[in-house]
C-alpha cells in the first residue's frame, strides 16, 4: 500500500504530549495501537511536512 492507495480501514488519531516531554501520535485502529513519541523539535518538523503537503494537495484541486 502506497501514499496514494485508498483503503477501508478506519482509524483514530490521537496527538498530545506526554509526562516526559515528548510529542505522542498515537493510532489507534481494530486490532492495532501504535504510539510514536518525537521530541519537540522532531514534531514541529513533521507539522512543517504536513502543512507543506496540505498545501500541494491544495493545489491538486
Known sequence: MGINSESDIEANL???PTDQGM???FVEATGIEIPMD???E???EI???IM???????LLK
Open 14 to 16: 490521537q496527538i498530545g
Open 47 to 49: 507539522a512543517e511536512e
Open 23 to 25: 510529542v505522542r501520535i
Open 52 to 58: 507543506a503537503a496540505a498545501k500541494a494537495a491544495d
Open 38 to 40: 518525537f521530541t519537540p
Open 42 to 44: 522532531e514534531a514541529a
